[in-house]
């Protein structure tokens, strides 16, 4: 059967007022209790809806830090914007792959960067770990998206705690201006509760991942 | 599968996040963490600190322009993108990416042991080594650093016994005799940043011709 241009305005209607339910979902599950951040929100109605809004908001809020950051790493003010810009279109095209549950907004811009930076200067690009991903109909857990909210609250006071000199160190090594024999094992950081906590979102993943594979 | 017990140095972790290893590592890193939630978790651990000093950081004031064009993009194709290599047999996606999707080639070094170089270049090589049951890796040093991460098949030398998804990080201190163990061939992946030394005279003037 052909389908009509009616028919398919409908069909593109119902899903997009099946991804507004969900967000209000996502939104209420985790909400009851306690907020997430302004960023979470927005992402993943970005994520969900395809809310410009939205993406208007993470904008603002990301770009000119994103800008400041690559400049932080030794590029031309013309140059980072044309990164800001590759980076913030990959945020909204691939806004499939963000999951509260294992990553924060920040540390997910701060992977593409580094990929899209790595692709710039290696013609073969960056050797990435196999994707693992939920599948669409999958019920966030509101208690483990709490949990990273948290965690990433600690991990920002963390850093502002540290001396300067430390500071300038851990900024110089996630800024690509480090080898791994010049980063020491000890950062300064507290990540062992964070890395139990992803632990955990990963886990479930698996379990779910097994559970499709294996029926 | 039994756990797997050896892990990336916390260094390694950090370097891959921030994406100043050298290719060779950088795939063996990619390729054990498909393998290993432990060390998915440290990657994304990392991450999240990158993310954390970028959100944290100096923010600097954007041309005018920049915000209306981005947005005015949105409706616009979405880039061309690499798609992510998938596992094949033992071989995990990275390794599948480094082999451009195709079978391994193996290259015989005598006594059954094969090589198959997915890179070779000034910041070092990666090559698939396959080793079959009992056999031993002849005696070497090394000028810089060598990872060997477990495919298939398990291996020993004198540090400890490796399975799948175990990965060895070696330096110039450790002189060492892998022999692979019984049951399946080992498959291991295989990076160096400098040529191996070997002791014994034969594979020495092998060397050159394998580029091992």
């Known amino acids: 059967m052909l389908m009509t241009a009616d028919m398919a305005y409908d069909t593109g209607k119902a899903q997009t007022k099946r991804l507004a339910r969900r967000v209000q979902r996502d939104r209420k599950a985790v909400t009851d209790g306690q907020d997430m951040t302004d960023q979470t929100a927005w992402m993943l109605a970005v994520r969900d809806a395809r809310d410009k809004a939205a993406f208007a908001r993470l904008f603002d809020f990301y770009a000119p830090r994103l800008k400041g950051f690559v400049m932080r790493g030794g590029m031309d003010a013309a140059l980072a914007e044309e990164i800001v810009q590759d980076v913030m279109l990959t945020v909204w095209h691939k806004a499939a792959q963000f999951d509260p549950e294992r990553a924060q907004v920040s540390g997910w811009i701060y992977q593409i960067t580094r990929n899209r930076q790595i692709d710039t200067i290696r013609r073969t690009g960056r050797a990435m770990p196999e994707e693992l991903k939920h599948e669409d109909d999958h019920e966030p857990d509101a208690g483990q998206v709490l949990a990273m909210e948290q965690e990433a609250g600690k991990l920002k006071q963390a850093l502002s705690r540290l001396k300067p000199e430390q500071r300038a160190m851990i900024e110089k090594a996630y800024l690509g201006d480090l080898t791994h024999q010049e980063i020491r094992d000890q950062t300064g950081l507290p990540l062992g509760t964070i890395k139990s906590r992803i632990r955990l979102g990963l886990d479930r993943l698996r379990h779910e991942l097994k559970e499709l594979r294996e029926p | 599968m039994s756990e797997i017990t050896h892990h990336i140095p916390e260094p390694m972790l950090a370097a891959y996040a921030a994406g100043t290893l050298p290719p060779v590592f950088e795939t063996v890193v990619a390729t054990h963490v498909s393998m290993c939630a432990t060390c998915r978790a440290g990657m994304q651990a990392h991450e999240m600190a990158g993310g954390a000093v970028l959100e944290e950081g100096g923010a600097v004031d954007l041309s005018d322009a920049l915000k209306a064009d981005v947005l005015a993009l949105l409706d616009g194709p979405a880039p061309e993108d690499r798609p992510a290599p998938k596992r094949k047999g033992i071989y995990p996606g990275p390794v599948m990416a480094a082999l451009k999707n195709r079978e391994p080639r193996w290259k015989s070094l005598g006594m059954g042991v094969r090589q198959s170089i997915l890179m070779d270049g000034p910041d070092g090589s990666l090559r698939l080594l396959y080793i079959p049951p009992g056999r031993a890796v002849p005696d070497h040093g090394h000028n810089g650093i060598e990872m060997t991460l477990v495919l298939q098949g398990s291996f020993s030398d004198e540090t400890g016994a490796f399975g799948v998804g175990d990965l060895e990080v070696a330096d ?41």
Not at chain 2, 172 to 179: N, R, S, Y
Not at chain 2, 191 to 209: C, E, I, K, N
């Open chain 2, 172 to 212: 110039e201190e450790l002189d060492h005799t892998p022999v692979a163990g019984e049951g399946l061939p080992c498959i291991c992946l295989a990076a160096t940043d400098a040529p191996l030394r070997f002791h014994s005279v034969l594979p020495r003037l092998l060397q050159p011709l394998f580029r091992i």
